[in-house]
């Protein structure tokens, strides 16, 4: 979710305005937050994969995930506000906040091997995965409408000889303080869900497993109470 902000329309604007970089070097961030994701998302499968019987650590390896991006996010936020005030800034602090942020992306691979094993003795398994995808992308369009909607918010007046607004680097390090906001939730939901899906395991202890290993017979749909 906020690598899309970062590389889609407002990540090499931020980093120019909020950080002070060039516009090469700020899109060469943008370019190592989404070559980050893409990495951190593979291997994370590979991490659900392997630990698919055990949902609470996967749940914990998202929470993990979660804290990450969120001190990535207010690293980036409050670097950008001490650098729009004229202190100082640095790029490998940025890149490194970037290179987080697209670390913690791995929990979207996570959550769709949570929500998949869930779904699989459903009806409309494949109904409910396209829900969950379009729910994906249509959070990354929201946070995006987000962003802008906080940086009118901050708009100070100044507009370029086209008329178009101007925004300062400051709009735009207050702008970016909803992630460490929303990664906060993302928090509060996995902790949620680990202490239900702790409380299921245990109740469901004296019998089998809520969905059984591949070649092993799944219970019938009345024991599965989870």
């Known amino acids: 979710m ?14 120019q305005k909020s950080w002070h970089l060039k516009e090469s070097t700020a899109t060469t961030g943008t370019s190592v937050t989404t070559a980050v994701a893409g990495v951190s998302m593979l291997l994370s499968g590979s991490f659900a994969t392997r630990v698919r019987a055990d949902e609470h650590k996967q749940w914990r390896a998202m929470f993990c995930l979660a804290v990450v991006g969120g001190l990535a996010s207010a690293l980036l936020s409050a670097g950008g506000l001490l650098a729009g005030s004229g202190g100082g800034r640095s790029t490998f602090l940025a ?10 992306q791995g929990g979207i691979s996570i959550a769709w091997g949570v929500a998949d094993r869930h779904n699989a ?27 802008g909607t906080f940086l009118d918010l901050n708009w100070g007046g100044a507009v370029d000889e086209d008329g178009s607004r101007v925004y300062s680097a400051r709009a735009y390090s207050s702008a970016f ?28 202890s004296s019998s089998s497993p809520f969905l059984p290993e591949p070649g092993q017979p ?8 989870c």
Not at 95 to 104: A, D, E, M, V
Not at 122 to 147: K, P, R, Y
Request: charged residues 10%; proline residues 2%; hydrophobic residues 45%.
């Open 2 to 15: 906020p690598a899309q902000v970062l590389c889609g329309l407002w990540g090499v604007n931020f980093l």
């Open 95 to 104: 890149f490194t906040g970037l290179c987080c942020i697209g670390l913690s």
């Open 121 to 147: 003795h459903t009806q409309h398994h494949a109904l409910l995965n396209g829900i969950i995808n379009t729910t994906s992308i249509g959070m990354d369009a929201v946070t995006s409408l987000l962003f």
């Open 177 to 204: 303080l909803m992630m460490p906001a929303l990664y906060a939730l993302s928090c509060v939901v996995c902790v949620k869900d680990m202490r239900v899906g702790l409380s299921c395991s245990r109740a469901s």
């Open 218 to 225: 799944r219970e019938s749909s009345s024991s599965m109470s």
